[in-house]
């Protein structure tokens, strides 16, 4: 996960925000204001934006020390762990909520559920939410993925709301519920390719790739008259710790 530490400016200006209605869903579900909040791989604070307003006290866990910085600036009453997840020690009788904001497949497969279901408190609320970034228009939609595969072959996307499957397979959580949150995001070519900047699958190709990909990007966006329309997809996937 320590490949966002070198963007981590431009990751917090290009990255959009959650919407608001995850405050409220998660409140609806808890049964009020928790009495304590962490967020895992807490990055530059996005996912944090609408978890403040839960209004319980907020511990972040971020592992790279350049976002942990940057969060810092963002939010100074914000109690911050520079480490893993899995290195973390959860506080005594457990999280009120635990949340995690686009960053669960950066966790274990094989201990991310069992070790968020043992941070918990019981009756605790496990909150994952992120966004899929999808396109308005179909034929945008076609023309990029062609590109970026004439780069390179060996990109694959996660099946949508990948994480609500995965909670719910593993069974440490009760009560599993999903909702969906779209809208469409217009953004110019500036902001396109910044955004596409950020993204780990990007970061993980070789400055070549990067320079070829950002290059077919570029002109494809003039070809659609200098505007991308972004299909984005925010789910969040709520589940109860209930004691066992």
Not at 41 to 57: C, R, S
Not at 93 to 101: D, F, I, S, Y
Not at 177 to 200: I, N
Request: with cysteine; aromatic share 8%; hydrophobic share 40%.
């Amino acid at each position: 996960m320590d490949v966002f530490g070198a963007v981590a400016e431009q990751y917090e200006h290009a990255r959009p925000g959650y919407p608001p209605e995850i405050t409220e869903a998660i409140l609806a579900y808890h049964g009020g204001t928790p009495t304590s909040v962490v967020e895992v791989a807490a990055g530059t604070g996005k996912g944090t934006e609408v978890l403040v307003p839960l209004g319980a006290p907020l511990t972040c866990v971020e592992p790279d020390p350049r976002m942990a910085a940057r969060l810092a600036e963002r939010f100074p009453d914000v109690h911050i762990e520079v480490t893993t997840f899995e290195r973390w020690s959860p506080p005594a009788g457990g999280a009120g909520v635990l949340a995690c904001a686009l960053a669960w497949h950066w966790l274990d497969p094989a201990t991310r559920n069992a070790y968020a279901r043992r941070a918990l408190a019981p009756g605790g609320t496990l909150a994952v939410f992120g966004h899929r970034y999808d396109y308005a228009d179909a034929a945008q939609r076609d023309a990029v993925r062609a590109a970026l595969r004439s780069v390179d072959r060996t990109a694959r996307e996660r099946p949508v709301d990948w994480f609500h499957r995965d909670i719910v397979e593993h069974g440490q959580f009760d009560d599993v519920r999903r909702e969906v949150f779209r809208r469409e995001l217009p953004l110019d070519k500036e902001r396109y390719l910044a955004l596409m900047r950020t993204f780990g699958p990007y970061l993980a190709r070789t400055p070549e790739q990067q320079r070829r990909g950002i290059a077919a990007l570029d002109r494809l966006v003039d070809d659609f008259g200098g505007t991308v329309v972004l299909d984005l997809r925010t789910t969040l996937v709520l589940g109860r710790a209930d004691a066992r």
